[in-house]
């Protein structure tokens, strides 16, 4: 998997897509229904025609949550993790999209086989709150990658409100403790509850609903997943 090449004004960037795509995530507790990917495969098929080997990796992301059901928190953390970072190619959303800043359904991402880092955040998000993770212990969190001088989007885990949290990442397999990435500096994060800065396990402000999460939940419901109203 090849990390992002190294970009410059990546603090501008953070404003713009913190004005542009900070979003609240509520009405995730009513998109727990099961999902249908019979359904799913047809939609997609309807629009992009035969998929290829994408069937397969839609078909194996269902495996994955039908085998992940019961498993313990820290299993299904892992199992994510592991899926979205195999199953995608990084890119950026120019090559990918012929967009500066494009937010992919999982079904977008699974079909194009590449992903940028925002992406795979909402992936593994989308998956493991399908599959009972609560949102109070899931933030996806800007930060600054500083071996690459660039902004990031990771998945982080709270197994409690006041625990360091795990890092779920697509530069690296393995997840591990916030304290262990010094390569990462935090900037803020948001959940369904808000607005959090780093360090902080109280709220600090409330995000707003924003054209570029609706449009995400949009683009999921015509795909055939139960999406309550963001």
Not at 19 to 35: D, E, F, H, K, P
Not at 109 to 118: Q, R
Request: include cysteine; hydrophobic fraction near 40%; glycine fraction near 6%.
């Amino acid at each position: 998997m090849q990390p992002p090449q190294p970009t410059h004004g990546w603090l501008k960037h953070l404003h713009r897509t913190l004005l542009v795509g900070l979003v609240l995530l509520i009405g995730l507790t009513s998109a727990l229904a099961n999902w249908d990917f019979g359904l799913i495969l047809q939609n997609a098929e309807n629009r992009y025609g035969s998929l290829g080997s994408a069937k397969q990796r839609i078909q194996a992301w269902d495996a994955l949550i039908k085998a992940s059901g019961n498993s313990a928190e820290q299993d299904k953390l892992r199992e994510v993790n592991r899926f979205f970072n195999r199953q995608f190619r990084f890119s950026d959303d120019i090559r990918i999209w012929r967009q500066n800043d494009y937010w992919a359904t999982p079904i977008e991402a699974l079909v194009k086989g590449s992903a940028d880092c925002e992406d795979y955040a909402i992936a593994k998000y989308f998956t493991l709150r399908r599959l009972g993770i609560p949102s109070d212990k899931l933030r996806i969190t800007y930060v600054k990658a500083l071996n690459y001088n660039q902004a990031h989007m990771v998945l982080t885990y709270y197994a409690s409100p006041s625990a360091i949290p795990l890092v779920l990442d697509n530069l690296i397999n393995e997840i591990k403790p916030a304290s262990q990435r010094r390569d990462l500096l935090p900037v803020y994060a948001f959940n369904a509850e808000g607005l959090y800065l780093p360090g902080s396990s109280s709220k600090k402000g409330d995000s707003k609903k924003l054209s570029r999460w609706q449009d995400l939940l949009k683009k999921m419901r015509a795909e055939g997943f139960a999406i309550g109203e963001g």
